[in-house]
């Protein structure tokens, strides 16, 4: 069956420390990938996504990610982290042709120390 | 101008009654999703519509009922509420084609009490 894991449900950094949460894929072929954040009493936004090419992608905010194909992961990264990142991110994944329903993690919470 | 807007924002109720919940687009995409969120931050499909047709319906008690009146909204209606349908709502949509992201709305809160 096709998942999305986040091994992390809770990550805690020190503001200005650098940050990476992990994710795991389990399909097929390989996924459209995306990261989305979720601020508290927010929806979801979405951070960046990878469909192919270039293995690292930029997205909003200074977060970066890195898919790699040999580990079945995209992990999020960023080098320094403020305290407004405190949120819940959400990895998410697409099958190539599919319904186009998004298969999500279960999601970390970061928590961001002064 | 929001792209995906739900209302309401919160929603309280008690047990038994029926609501619903409102999503439009103005991003002009054919297929539009509801999503649950429990009480653990676990997001699962419920529902895909795909130019008011529906091509996705998950493990949904038929209390649930979307509707569809354009492609441009996806209303979900919830008859006789239960304890457990307290979550987090979701409204999301894509274009049909092409690869992109799903943009989400804010969420509607449900509370049954």
């Known amino acids: ?114 | 101008d929001t792209a995906v807007s739900q209302t309401p924002k919160y929603l309280v109720t008690q047990m038994g009654n029926d609501k619903s919940i409102k999503c439009e687009q103005n991003l002009g995409h054919d297929t539009m999703y509801w999503y649950k969120q429990d009480s653990k931050k676990f997001l699962k499909i419920m529902f895909s519509y795909n130019n008011k047709e529906l091509i996705i319906n998950e493990t949904v008690p038929n209390r649930f009922s979307p509707k569809s009146p354009d492609k441009a909204h996806l209303n979900l209606h919830i008859n006789s509420l239960e304890l457990g349908d307290s979550a987090v709502y979701f409204c999301a949509s894509s274009p049909r084609g092409g690869n992109t992201e799903a943009f989400f709305g804010q969420g509607t809160r449900l509370t049954v009490v």
């Open chain 1, 1 to 114: 069956a096709q998942s999305v894991t986040q091994p992390d449900i809770h990550i805690t950094v020190s503001e200005g420390a650098s940050l990476e949460l992990r994710c795991n894929y389990s399909y097929g072929a390989t996924p459209y990938l995306f990261w989305y954040v979720q601020s508290p009493g927010q929806g979801l936004q979405l951070l960046l996504k990878y469909f192919s090419g270039d293995t690292l992608v930029q997205g909003i905010k200074g977060f970066e990610a890195e898919f790699k194909r040999s580990q079945s992961s995209f992990n999020l990264r960023k080098p320094s982290v403020h305290w407004s990142d405190a949120a819940e991110y959400f990895c998410a994944a697409l099958r190539k042709g599919s319904a186009r329903q998004l298969t999500f993690g279960s999601g970390t919470q970061l928590t961001v120390l002064p």
